[in-house]
């Protein structure tokens, strides 16, 4: 009898994988925002066109890449944030899993432009230009541009029409990108973003503090209604704002948590922040909060799912007490001191 497996090539195998990485052009948008971040941009450029279907670029200002390394940055399973199993307790980027550019260049057509702003002996004097199309490297060539990377992905899923099919419209696939940009936006005051969508600017957001960056995304009347929170034990600590009980919304959505930065949904730390709020609002009301959980790599397991937003901690109870001490004060505080510092 002959034998029928076979290796997959690895065109096909990063296109089954970029399912899991890529849903929609959100989900581009969020990974390659994160690449910016880890390479310490501090003003990022975001373009659209047509909800992300047929443009999404980001240029930063990062330390970029050298030629072999934006060669690499394609490969699966490439990444320069983790080297060990040990790293994978110790993480402190967004990314890890060196999937996004592999999953992304296997569905649409990427065009990237990189120059290392500092190699060590100053910035590189020329930069990359790397085209993929499909997992196939069409271009692959000296450029000169300006240090950091400019990335461009064109035609998502132009060789999987039905996932072209099953996106959403432009409104609702822009929706999602704003959540994404928010997100990243919150936990990243000190780094200048715009955003452009069909050649309008939705977003200028200058770096400066968290309040001010509250402020910028969500509007002025945002302003007078944040109560800065702060709590910290040697096991977690927690910071940010959260506002006034006057201003609790019926419609959820403008609740965010970041664990190191990295925004999570959690159920159970919602309901020590409701819970801290007692009395003071309506039941079916939810309270406006941004607040940052600083915890040890090592108590927490974000190796759950590329996409997902979860996060498992090793003592949820701590983690639970600490966030509504925190909020519980600020309420408290808020009724007496309304004073705020802000810079905006
Ligand atoms: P990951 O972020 O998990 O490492 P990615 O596929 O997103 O995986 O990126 C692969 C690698 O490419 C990164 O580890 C990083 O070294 C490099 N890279 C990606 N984007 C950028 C960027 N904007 N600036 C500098 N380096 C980048
Ligand atoms: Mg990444």
New binding site residues.
Partial sequence: MLNIIQLLPDSIANQIAAGEVVQRPASVVK??L???V??Q?KTVQIIIRDAGKSLIQII?D????SET?ARM?FERH????IRSSDDLFRIR??????????SIAAIAQVELR?RRSDSGRGSDELGTLIRMEGFELKTQESVSCLP??N?LVKNLFFNVPARRNFLKTNSVEMRHILDEFQRVALAHPEVAFSLYHNDSEVYNLQAGKLSRRIVDLFGKQYREQLASCEEETPYVSVRGYIGKPEFARKTRGEQFFFVNSRFVKHNYLHHAVVGAYEGTIQDGFHPFYVLFIEIDPSHIDINIHPTKTEIKFDDERSVYAIVMAAVRKAVGVYNLTPSLDFDA
Wanted: glycine share 16%.
């Fill in positions: 990974e390659l994160e690449n910016s880890d390479a941009a930063d990062g330390i970029g890449m390394d940055s490439a990444t320069s944030k980027t967004m990314g890890f899993r060196g999937e996004a550019l592999a990189t950091g990377t990335i």
